[in-house]
C-alpha cells in the first residue's frame, strides 16, 4: 500500500480530522509496531474512517540529548513505506522542536490530538509516553479521552523469547541493542524480517581485487550498523539481488585502518559506484581475525563466499 506523506501540520488536508491516529518514533517498525497498526487498522476500517500516523524528524533524541549520537535503525523513507505497507494511509512528519517537546501533555492532547486531527480514536503502546519530560503516559490520556471526544486502545507489548535472553519485550532499544552487538539473527526475529542496512556504494582502496575477492564499500544511511564480523547477507543493488559476504571492521590484517563495511557481491560483475544498495543481513559467521598474511585471508574469504551460497540457496 502506498502512503502519503504530509510534511507538518499547515499542510494537514480536512480528510485527515475524524481519523483513526498512532503517534510515535516507529524506528525500525518491529513486531510491536506492527501490532498497533494492526489494531489500528482493523478500528479505521470499522469506523470508516484513515488511519494516519504521526512521527517526528529529526527524533526527539536528537534535541533533548544532543551531546549523544542519534542511533537510528530504518531511514525515514523506508519507515514511511513500511508503515503504509502495514495499513497507514497517510503519515504527518512533524518537525520536532524544543518548544514542541516542551509542550505540556494537556497542551499535546488539546493542540494536536483534537485541535488538529479530531481524532476519534488513538491507538498506542501500553507503554506510550508524551510531553514535556515524558509526563504524559497512556492513564492521562484516558483521563482526557472524554472531554477530547476520542476513544483510547492501548496495545500490550510483543514478546518472544531469545538464545541466551530468555523471554523478552520487542522495543527499537532492544533491536538497536542486538544489531549492535552482532546478533543479526535475533535482531530479524524481533523486527519480523531480515535486518537491513541501507546505504551508498562509496570509493575504497581496491584491495578486495587483489584478493581475487572485489568488494562493495558502503556508506550506511545515517543508520546503525552491525559489530565488527563477517556476515552472510543477500544485497539488493540495481533492481538485483546478490548473496554477500559482508565484512564490518578495521582490515585488521592490514594494519590499523578506518572502520568500514565491504560486502562481497558473489557473482556480481561491473561498476556499482554511488548507487544505493541494501545488505539485508541472515547471520553472523565469524569475528573479525588479523591473519598473518594476504594468502590466509584469501582462503579465509573463499570459505565465507561458499558459506554464503550455501545460506542463501
Known sequence: MSVQVIEGFENLPASARGCVLAVGNFDGFHLGHREILRTARRLADGAGAPLVVVAFDPPPAALLAPDRPVQVLLP?????????????????????TREFLHSSPEAFVRDVLVGRFAARHVVEGENFFFGRDRAGDIQTLRRMAKEGGFEVTAVPPVSLKLAGRGRVQVSSSLVRELVLSGDVAAAGRCLGRPYALHGRVVGGERRGRLLTFPTANVEPAG?????????????????KTYPSAVSIGDKPTFGPAQRCIEANLIDAAGDFYDQPITLVFLRRLRDQIRFPDAESLRAQIAKDVERVRELCR
Do not use: F, N, S, W
Open 76 to 96: 525515514k523513507e523506508v519507515k514511511y513505506r513500511l508503515l503504509g505497507q502495514h495499513g497507514a494511509d497517510a503519515v504527518v512528519v512533524i518537525a520536532t
Open 223 to 239: 543508520v546503525i550498523a552491525p559489530a565488527d564480523g563477517v556476515y552472510a547477507a543477500r544485497a539488493e543493488l540495481g533492481g
